[in-house]
């Protein structure tokens, strides 16, 4: 219909000089097949990314465990710190919380902390503590390496990592700051969904990955309370990681997250 108003716009009239003409809307274009096919070639850094996944899911026995997290009071301390900002400390996420609880829990668990050569049949266990932070980024995924957490404070490790994440993404990454893991977290952060299935950085042997936060019903002393809520969703090598184990490993993060000032107790 064509509008008699200024710049075309219908007008009362209009639609009365419509209904009596008894004509009818005119009907909608049909839908047409979309048959374009784009061709891309999977070079580069798109390339390293697909053998090296390839490689790892056909050689690694990857075993997934899902816990969940209460992290309230973790949220709340978080909160409680960032507040007291200060110009030489950057501003609080949950991964330098979890740095910090993954840095602790190797402690007692030194066998996750470790690199599996399965051509020379050889473990490698570390004393230090070097953190591969899967990060997005325009060219793809990277994972740029917190070498030593375990003698970086809280503050330290969320510099670091920030510092890592912004180099990835600007392409500024050096080969030495995208080498030497022990062990990894992933996340997708809002999109984080409810559970993953992360595939290990091989040769590590395990990956911790951080799913969605949320607000969620708890069950509490006879009632339902809102409660801040997340789950880790891990894999680990099977050939060197017992399912036991693992689930006590991840038990151990849930508990320092849960109670995040056990995270600052030093021994």
Not at 12 to 40: C, K, M, S, W, Y
Not at 177 to 199: K, M, R, W, Y
Request: hydrophobic content about 45%.
């Amino acid at each position: 219909m064509r509008g008699s108003g200024p710049a075309g716009r219908i007008q009362h009239d209009d639609l009365d000089a419509f209904l009596r003409g008894g004509a009818t809307a005119p009907a909608p274009a049909a839908r047409t097949a979309n048959i374009a096919v784009e061709t891309i070639k999977v070079i580069g850094l798109r390339r390293r990314i697909a053998q090296k996944m390839a490689d790892a899911k056909r050689r690694a026995a990857h075993f997934a465990y899902v816990e969940e997290v209460d992290a309230t009071a973790l949220e709340d301390l978080r909160a409680a710190l960032n507040a007291e900002a200060r110009p030489e400390r950057p501003r609080l996420t949950l991964l330098p919380f979890l740095m910090q609880a993954v840095v602790k829990a190797v402690a007692d668990f030194p066998q996750m902390n470790a690199l599996y050569d399965d051509e020379a049949d050889i473990v490698e266990r570390f004393g230090g503590v070097h953190i591969g932070i899967a990060t997005q980024t325009p060219n793809g995924l990277m994972v740029p390496v917190a070498r030593h957490c375990e003698a970086r404070t809280l503050w330290d490790c969320a510099a670091e990592a920030q510092r890592l994440a912004q180099a990835a993404r600007e392409g500024r990454a050096t080969r030495e700051e995208l080498a030497g893991s022990t062990i990894t977290i992933t996340s997708l952060g809002a999109l984080g969904g409810i559970v993953s299935t992360p595939v290990l950085n091989r040769p590590e042997v395990a990956i911790i990955g951080i799913n969605k936060l949320a607000v969620r019903p708890v069950w509490q002393g006879g009632q339902f309370v809102p409660r801040k809520m997340m789950n880790l969703s891990s894999s680990f090598d099977h050939r060197i990681v017992d399912g036991y184990d693992a689930a006590r490993f991840i038990q151990r993060i849930k508990a320092l997250l849960e109670a995040p000032a056990a995270i600052f107790i030093e021994g």
